[in-house]
């Protein structure tokens, strides 16, 4: 896993070099290059590798993933949006590039990961990269990412459509769907079967609901310190979250019933790697 990161921290530096003018390629490269814990492009690799492709095949998307996380990342955290002053441990991006470029960085890393895919995949099947783009495509819009971005802003202050279909809409759009991106993206470049697909599919979803509900647990029971973010915002703001619908303890069973069905997919591929991810978040919500 360890070894996957570093790989894939490498290729985003060089990815990501600074030219003219470089206030912005300064800002795309400051949340892409902030520690992160990776787990999309390593999911995407691992896809990847469990189909029997070549895992630097997948490199370019896997970084493109990152990216349009880092993205999400940067316009999560504007005033306008969720108005957050730390990400990754340090001042979130507009603290530092203000928010005119801080909003033209996350603009700039939603295409630059398409151009990326393009012009580094030239080796691969057409149709492969084609399929990749259509997935890329779709969650990077208004019928993946911004969709869920936008029931979750417009939830906020309506308490008549704080309901678990609300929140189960907002988790798979907001949050799986870039874990659908990546198992699935890496899954295509090896050329897997459509039912293989379908399958990532599946398990993204899970895995994306389960990924939300862990985060929602940690905003309740972890620290600055350990997360790099500001702790508790969700609560303050009456946020619709698993834990403010669940409570702390249902959520805690709803999480443990969902790592239990993901590992029955997982045990299936023998994939250590995805083991070791879920079982990290078992142990830190044990805690
Ligand atoms: C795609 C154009 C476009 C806009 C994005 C702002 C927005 C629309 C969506 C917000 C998406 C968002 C911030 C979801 C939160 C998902 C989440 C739990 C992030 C934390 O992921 P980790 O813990 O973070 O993997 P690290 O820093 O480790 O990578």
Do not use: H, I, Q, T
């Given at each position: 896993m360890n070894n996957l990161i570093e790989k894939v921290n490498q290729k985003l530096e060089e990815y990501m070099d600074i030219r003219y003018p470089e206030s912005i390629f300064n800002s795309m490269k400051y949340t892409v290059t902030l520690?992160?814990?990776r787990l999309r492009p390593v999911m995407c690799l691992e896809a990847c590798r469990i189909f029997g492709g070549n895992i630097e095949d997948a490199m370019p998307i896997a970084c493109a993933i990152e990216m349009l996380h880092a993205q999400s990342l940067i316009h999560d955290d504007l005033p306008c949006m969720?108005?957050?002053?730390?990400r990754r441990g340090k001042p979130s991006n507009h603290k530092v590039f203000g928010e005119a470029i801080a909003t033209l960085a996350g603009d700039a890393l939603l295409s630059y990961g398409p151009q990326l895919i393009i012009e580094k995949?030239?080796?691969?099947?057409p149709e492969r990269v084609l399929k990749v783009l259509r997935e890329y495509t779709k969650i990077a819009g208004a019928y993946g990412l911004i969709a869920g971005q936008v029931v979750d802003i417009e939830s906020?202050?309506?308490?008549?459509?704080?309901n678990a279909e609300t929140l189960e809409f907002i988790h798979t759009h907001k949050t799986a769907d870039l874990f659908r991106l990546a198992l699935k993206s890496g899954a295509i470049i090896a050329g897997a079967s459509d039912t293989k697909i379908q399958e990532m599919d599946d398990l993204a979803q899970k895995f994306g609901i389960a990924f939300q509900i862990y985060d929602d647990i940690l905003d309740e029971i972890s620290t600055f310190e350990d997360l790099g973010k500001t702790i508790g915002k969700d609560k303050a703001s009456g946020k619709l979250t698993y834990v403010s619908l669940y409570g702390l303890e249902d959520s805690k069973k709803k999480l443990n019933s969902l790592f239990a069905e993901i590992y029955d997919i997982i045990d299936k591929y023998h994939s250590e790697i995805l083991k070791n991810i879920v079982k990290q978040m078992e142990l830190k919500i044990a805690k």
């Open positions: 520690p992160g814990k969720d108005n957050d002053d730390f995949s030239v080796n691969l099947p906020e202050g309506d308490e008549s459509v704080k």
